[in-house]
Every structure is written in structure tokens, then in C-alpha cells.
């Protein structure tokens, strides 16, 4: 299964140029997951790519950060931002990110197409993204 995750342009720009490598979440899917797809969040409002999980951490914040942030494509400071008052998360593995040739507006085929806060699981692998009828 996939599912759809909205990550902010400039961590959607570090995924791209291969210096983040983790996904960081206060919450992980409870359903089995084997690809991501990215919707990049406002200004660029588009699906702009999707990878393979290679695997999910969970750990304290303190342990996520040392064993990710070689590859985290953030700052310290906006990681344990993130995580305040938590005392566990998510570090999701990015493996085999593929951009697309022609990133989807998911406004043009769905006017009521909401981002999701979290995930939003995409249930059917028939289901087109040229289409974005999952949505």
C-alpha cells in the first residue's frame, strides 16, 4: 500500500537533492506501507515525486537525531522543534525517491482535494495519478 504525505517545498527540495534521506513523524502508519508519494506542500501544491520505505525507526528524539542526522536535511534546532514534549518518534527511510517528469495538481482533477495533516492512506494500486481519484 502507499500512502500520501505532505512535506513542506524546502524538505521536498533536500529529498531531491539526496541530503535528506529521513522522513521525520510524530505518528506512523498503522497499516503495512511500502511507498510514499509527496505532495509538496503551498506554494508548489503538487505531487511531486514518491519513494520506497527501506525502513521506520522509532526511537526517542534524542536517538532518532543521532543515528539520522547525517542525512536528516534539516537543522537540529527545527528537528527538536518537531519533536517537543515528545518522547518518541518516526524516522521513515528514504529509499529509491523518483521525482516526476510533470509533477500532478490534484486540484485540477478534484476541487475538493484537501492535503493531509498526517498521512492519508492511497488504497487502491489501480488507482491512476494522472487521475487522483484516491483522493
Known amino acids: 500500500m502507499k500512502v500520501l504525505l505532505s512535506i513542506k517545498p524546502e524538505y521536498v527540495q533536500e529529498i531531491i537533492n539526496g541530503n535528506k534521506k529521513f522522513e521525520y513523524r510524530k505518528r506512523i502508519f498503522k497499516e ?3 511507498s510514499v508519494v509527496i505532495y509538496s506542500t503551498m506554494p508548489v501544491g503538487k505531487i511531486v515525486g514518491e519513494f520506497k520505505i527501506e525502513k521506520i525507526l522509532n526511537d526517542s528524539p ?4 543521532n543515528k539520522t ?10 528537528f527538536h522543534d518537531y519533536f517537543s514534549g515528545r518522547s518518541n518518534g518516526f524516522a521513515i527511510k528514504i529509499k529509491e525517491f523518483i521525482e516526476y517528469e510533470n509533477p500532478i495538481d490534484p486540484k485540477v482533477t478534484n476541487n475538493n482535494f484537501i492535503a493531509p495533516q498526517s498521512y492519508k492512506y492511497l488504497r487502491n494500486e489501480s488507482d491512476s495519478l494522472n487521475q487522483v481519484s484516491f483522493f
Not at 534524542?62 to 537525531?65: G, H, I, K, S
Not at 542526522?69 to 527545527?78: F, H, N, P, Q, T
Open 32 to 34: 503495512s506501507v511500502e
Open 62 to 65: 534524542t536517538e532518532l537525531w
Open 69 to 78: 542526522c547525517d542525512y536528516s536535511g534539516i537543522s537540529k534546532a527545527s
